[in-house]
Every structure is written in structure tokens, then in C-alpha cells.
């Protein structure tokens, strides 16, 4: 099998998702090493270049120079550079981690197969009116993002998804649609994880409203109140109306770390962390906390559900159940692990052994 991976446009610093960007990557490098694949072609760039660093020979890397696409050099790309380099390849599959094919796609006998993370326009299309209009999504980013989504349902010859859940609402749209749940891999520890031993709170936020940013905020506020020597640890970007309620020293800002970092203050600086959402495709967070021996309380909502213990959720509309539980988690924490977890070369066996049932 021949089989083009396009990672043209992930940029630790450009992309809108970390969550998406390492899936990516991760997927990308087993697949490196899966039996089935005679020649793998990366379409990537100099940002990720040292993550192929020890590629075998049957792995070329193209564009590796070529500067990260961002706003509407990325669209053009999206539209027209991946299928141009389709074409000049030829692969027998191209596989997009991002999930959005261009219009033009297939490209001759190439088959499609898209790694779709979520329909998030559906949510964001729920929203009251009110609501919708004070989101960091222009209308017509939306839009593209809806009818390339239906696009890969539609037409893709296989696709890879991550949770039950995104099976479940691409079915009632697109009742057709091959999916194939492969999940998310994740890399097994070096050691097995301990609890960590700090005394902090680390809380993930975001300026997108279905992170539930605000309300994070304003649900720990007065618990945070309660524990003066507690802080509170920020990972992420704050909406920018939330900067006033976070200007104390209780409150510490990171914004947007490497893996690196994270795992450091993980383990030495929290003794737990928080996840609130109101929507997500698969949930990656609250896994990557429980793997590193942080104890974590996350929103119950479907995906998060079928990989955290029940133990670990909260109701997003029950602020005194909330409360009690993170009191109960934060006086005795305990070490938790999340009901499954897969490899990425085990996620890259399957998505190959997908590719082949239908040669």
C-alpha cells in the first residue's frame, strides 16, 4: 500500500487544537513502523520535521521547508495544495488527520479515509442566537466547517473516529457514512504513575464556549476563597473578559505549554485537575491527567463518559454536587486509572487493517 498523510498544516503555535495536533503526530509516527504500508508519504513542514527524524526508508517527507499555512493560505492549501500533491503522488489511500478534504477529492484512484474528531458546528448551531453571536467562530468559519465535515462523511471511503458518541451523531446525518472507532493513542509511561504530591489545582480553559471557561471560574471562585494556600493552575487561553477575575495570585496563568511542562507541574505542582465541557468529540485531557497520576474531575457528558470512571465526573448544572465532589477529591486523592487505553501503533494496525478489508 501506498499512503499519504497530510500534516501540512499542524503547528504547535498556529493550530486551534493541541488535542488535534498531537493525534496527528501521534498517529503519523506509528505509522511509520505498521506491516502494510510498502511506502508512506508525509506531507508535513519544517515545524514537525523532528518528529520523522528517525524515519525509515520507506517514509518520504515532502514540504518540510515550506512555512506553516495560516488564515487564508491555510484554506488554499486545504483546497488546493493537498490535492495537487495527491495527484503528483498517487497514493493508493490519503489519510487526513485533521478530517476536512478538499472539494476536489478523490484524486483518481486514491481513496479518501478522514480522522473526523467531532462535529462541533452542531453544537455551536444549538446555541440560542444571543449566544452564538459571541463566539470566537466567525459565521463563515462555521459554515466551512459544516460542509466540510458532511463533505468527508459523505464522500470519504473510510472514516476514522475516536468515540462511540461521534459514531452515533455522524450516523444521524450522514446515515452511510463507514466509521471505524480506532479512539486515541496515547504513549504508556515510563514508570507507572504515583500520586503527585503538590497541593495545587490545575483547571484547562479556553475562549471557546463549550470549554465552559467562565463557568469554571465561577463555580471555583468562592471554593478557592475558602483555601487561601491553595493556587490554582491555568493551562490554556482565558476568554478575555475573564483576565479581572483571575488577577490574583491564587490564580496562575501558563497559556499554552508543551507536553514537557505540563507533565512537570502535573505531577509536582497539583494535587488534581478539572475538565469542564459542555461538548467534545473523545476528551484527551482528563485521560493524559489520570495516566500521570493526577486525579481528575471532569464534566459528564457523553464521550468523556465512556473513557473516565464514573467517580471522576461532575454534572455541569449541579454547582453544590460539584463542590462536595472536588472537597472529597481534594482532602483524599486517590489514584485513578481510565477505563481504556490503546497504543497508536495499535490504532495504526487498525486504521491499515480498515484500509485493506475492501481492496
Known amino acids: 500500500m501506498r499512503l499519504l498523510v497530510s500534516l501540512s498544516d499542524q ?200 470549554k465552559l471557561t467562565a463557568q469554571a471560574i465561577r463555580w471555583l471562585t468562592p471554593w478557592l476563597a475558602a483555601h487561601p494556600e491553595t493556587r490554582i493552575h491555568l493551562i490554556g487561553s482565558l476568554p478575555d473578559d475573564m483576565a479581572p477575575a483571575v488577577a490574583s495570585s491564587q490564580w496562575i496563568r501558563h497559556g499554552r505549554i508543551h507536553r514537557k511542562e505540563l507533565e512537570r507541574i502535573m505531577t509536582t505542582e497539583c494535587r488534581l485537575s478539572i475538565y469542564f465541557s459542555a461538548y467534545e468529540g473523545y476528551g484527551m485531557p482528563p485521560i493524559e491527567s489520570l495516566m500521570a497520576g493526577l486525579p481528575c474531575l471532569a464534566s459528564d457528558i457523553p464521550p468523556i463518559r465512556e473513557n473516565i470512571p464514573a467517580a471522576c465526573l461532575f454534572s455541569n448544572s449541579d454547582h453544590p454536587a460539584f463542590l462536595a465532589k472536588l472537597d472529597a477529591a481534594y482532602s483524599q486523592p486517590q489514584l485513578t486509572h481510565p477505563r481504556q487505553l490503546k497504543t497508536w501503533d495499535e490504532i495504526a494496525a487498525q486504521t491499515v487493517r480498515a484500509m485493506q478489508k475492501d481492496k
Not at 503526530?25 to 519544517?46: C, F, K, Q, S, Y
Not at 462541533?120 to 459565521?139: D, G, K, N, S
Open 11 to 210: 503547528s504547535f503555535k498556529a493550530t486551534k487544537s493541541v488535542g488535534i495536533f498531537n493525534v496527528s503526530l501521534g498517529l503519523a509516527r506509528a505509522l511509520m513502523h505498521t506491516p502494510g504500508i510498502d511506502e508512506l508519504h508525509i506531507l508535513g513542514n519544517n515545524e514537525c520535521a523532528e518528529a520523522f527524524a528517525d524515519a525509515p526508508p520507506r517514509v518520504r517527507l515532502h514540504r518540510m521547508q515550506t512555512p506553516v499555512p495560516s488564515g487564508w493560505k491555510r484554506l488554499i492549501w486545504d483546497q488546493y495544495g493537498l490535492v495537487k500533491a495527491a495527484r503528483a503522488i498517487r497514493p493508493d489511500w490519503a489519510l487526513l488527520p485533521k478530517g476536512f478534504p478538499p472539494y476536489w477529492f478523490p484524486c483518481g484512484r486514491t481513496r479518501l479515509a478522514c480522522y473526523v474528531h467531532d462535529i462541533i458546528w452542531e453544537h455551536y448551531e444549538q446555541l440560542p442566537p444571543e449566544q452564538r453571536q459571541h463566539t470566537p467562530f466567525p459565521p463563515f468559519e462555521l459554515r466551512y466547517f459544516r460542509t466540510l465535515g458532511l463533505r468527508a462523511l459523505a464522500k470519504a471511503d473510510l472514516i476514522l473516529t475516536s468515540s462511540q458518541f461521534n459514531r452515533e451523531r455522524f450516523a444521524a446525518h450522514i446515515p452511510q457514512a463507514r466509521t471505524e472507532v480506532v479512539g486515541i493513542g496515547f504513549d504508556a509511561p515510563a514508570t507507572p504513575p504515583s500520586l503527585s504530591h503538590g497541593s495545587g489545582i490545575l483547571l484547562y480553559v479556553s475562549p471557546y464556549p463549550h
